[in-house]
């Protein structure tokens, strides 16, 4: 008898293992598929791209749409049209580069604080062009590439010139993105030690008057 | 004896099989969360991967319709001095707004990734962020950069920098990662005073030592940038 019994508990154990082994092998191939896909970025992540590449992709087609206009009025209208062309775009890139007054919808945002740093500002600003913000100044001093934004001794200078508290901050763009944004800057900071007070308004004219003066190219060349 | 061992074996039969509808409830169970993360995830995947390349495309597109104009409006200005003039005054305007590609002597600033450790940042203090390379490219213009470029992606004044967990996402381009490049054109001499200065670009020095985080800068004599390929629309800035 216990000679017949030996291979039947043999078989019984090697199905047992086997059953274990194929749950635990699937088990930890889909732990692991799950685990793979999701290296480096986490679903909520993704969520956030795709919309911010929406917003991008619409921006796209809005300058794709308006370039073919500009190729049609030019293939059309010849000297005269180009003219016009050459004209609107010289302004549009003025304002752009911060060279001309400008004015539009936006919103005013305030600042009073001590021991604020450049780099501060810096978050700030950069803030708010992530939020769609055309134009910029700060304490009536336009800001841009190309303008030194400093820490000094005594505090902050802007193309030179030290901005002194409060900070007001304009910024020229679409009033609800920009409103959204500054919303949140201002709740960031008033839970900030170094800030006593930090408001926001919209406006539906912020007038910039500030400009940046040109400078010439030294050492780049057009290719 | 044989009646028993009959009886025995069917017993172990019914066992078996009602441990095997248990083990494969419990598997089935155990698996559905699973494999629905991953198949909502890849779903995700795809969405970016599809609008990355929607992305790529119109800013193909973009740079080809500028080249366009550009040839449309140098036709033009062959046939008018008033044409000619205007169009040298919008090549420097487009030069300076990061329309054109342009060259010159400059630096090159390499940033890569260092070896995670625990820190307070989430565990991700080792990873190159939007802020170091927004910190970077504000740090050079400073120092009188006349163009920059972070992989590929010319700044223009209009640029903004975001991006989460070693995302940096530039304007309306699709996200990067390290290793990051940024190219800048200007004073070679000055650009390497300040990117060599121990006081500047702190918070990258900090994480260079504790992370091993790269921040290499090398000058260049002749670097080539490209040109801007996304929007620059102002739809709410008006002239006074």
């Given at each position: 008898m216990p000679s017949r019994r030996r291979p039947d508990r043999a078989i019984e154990i090697w199905l047992i293992a086997l059953l274990v082994a194929l749950v635990a092998t699937v088990q930890i191939r889909s732990q692991a598929e799950v685990e793979k896909s999701l290296v480096g970025t986490d679903s909520t992540t993704l969520a956030f791209l795709i919309d911010d590449l929406h917003r991008a992709n619409d921006a796209l087609s809005a300058e794709t749409a308006d370039l073919m206009q500009r190729k049609a009025a030019l293939q059309s209208g010849g000297s005269p049209a180009a003219d016009q062309e050459l004209t609107a775009e010289a302004n549009r890139l003025r304002a752009i580069e911060g060279l001309v007054p400008v004015h539009g919808p936006g919103i005013v945002m305030v600042v009073e604080a001590s021991g604020l740093q450049a780099l501060d500002l810096q978050?700030?600003?950069?803030?708010?062009?992530?939020?769609?913000?055309?134009?910029?100044?700060?304490?009536?001093?336009?800001?841009?590439?190309?303008?030194?934004?400093?820490?000094?001794?005594?505090?902050?200078?802007?193309?030179?010139?030290?901005?002194?508290?409060?900070?007001?901050?304009?910024?020229?763009?679409?009033?609800?993105?920009?409103?959204?944004?500054?919303?949140?800057?201002?709740?960031?900071?008033?839970?900030?030690?170094?800030?006593?007070?930090?408001s926001y308004r919209v406006e539906a004219v912020v007038d910039i008057r500030a400009v940046i003066t040109a400078r010439p190219f030294v050492y780049a060349n057009s290719s | 004896m044989a009646r028993n061992r009959i009886l025995g074996v069917v017993g172990l039969a019914a066992v078996a099989l009602a441990t095997g509808f248990l083990l494969a409830g419990q598997v089935k169970a155990q698996?559905?969360?699973?494999?629905?993360?991953?198949?909502?995830?890849?779903?995700?995947?795809?969405?970016?991967?599809?609008?990355?390349?929607?992305?790529?495309?119109?800013?193909?597109?973009?740079?080809?319709?500028?080249?366009?104009?550009?040839?449309l409006e140098g036709a033009a200005a062959q046939q008018s001095a008033t044409t000619r003039e205007l169009q040298n005054q919008v090549a420097d305007l487009r030069a300076h707004a990061g329309l054109t590609a342009v060259h010159g002597p400059g630096v090159e600033i390499d940033l890569g990734n260092g070896t995670p450790a625990p820190d307070q940042a989430g565990g991700i203090g080792y990873l190159i962020n939007y802020q170091d390379v927004q910190d970077v490219v504000n740090l050079v213009f400073a120092r009188g950069a006349e163009g920059v470029s972070v992989s590929g992606r010319r700044i223009t004044p209009l640029s903004a920098f975001s991006g989460s967990?070693?995302?940096?996402?530039?304007?309306?381009?699709?996200?990067?990662?390290?290793?990051?490049?940024?190219?800048?054109?200007?004073?070679?001499?000055?650009?390497?005073?300040?990117?060599?200065?121990?006081?500047?670009?702190?918070?990258?020095?900090?994480?260079?030592?504790?992370?091993?985080?790269?921040?290499?800068?090398?000058?260049?004599?002749?670097?080539?940038?490209?040109?801007y390929d996304s929007s620059l629309q102002i739809p709410h800035v008006s002239t006074s």
């Open positions: 978050d700030a600003l950069n803030n708010l062009a992530v939020a769609g913000a055309e134009a910029i100044a700060i304490n009536d001093h336009r800001v841009g590439m190309g303008v030194a934004i400093v820490q000094v001794s005594g505090g902050v200078t802007v193309d030179g010139e030290q901005i002194m508290p409060p900070w007001t901050i304009s910024a020229i763009g679409d009033a609800n993105r920009l409103a959204e944004a500054a919303d949140l800057m201002t709740q960031q900071m008033r839970a900030d030690r170094r800030v006593r007070q930090a | 698996l559905l969360t699973p494999s629905n993360e991953v198949g909502r995830y890849q779903a995700l995947v795809r969405s970016v991967q599809d609008l990355e390349k929607t992305n790529e495309a119109s800013r193909a597109k973009i740079a080809a319709l500028r080249a366009e104009i550009d040839a967990a070693g995302q940096v996402v530039i304007d309306q381009g699709p996200p990067l990662t390290a290793p990051i490049k940024v190219l800048v054109i200007g004073d070679r001499n000055r650009l390497l005073a300040a990117l060599d200065d121990p006081a500047s670009l702190l918070d990258l020095r900090t994480r260079q030592v504790r992370f091993q985080i790269a921040l290499t800068v090398a000058g260049i004599p002749d670097l080539k940038l490209p040109a």
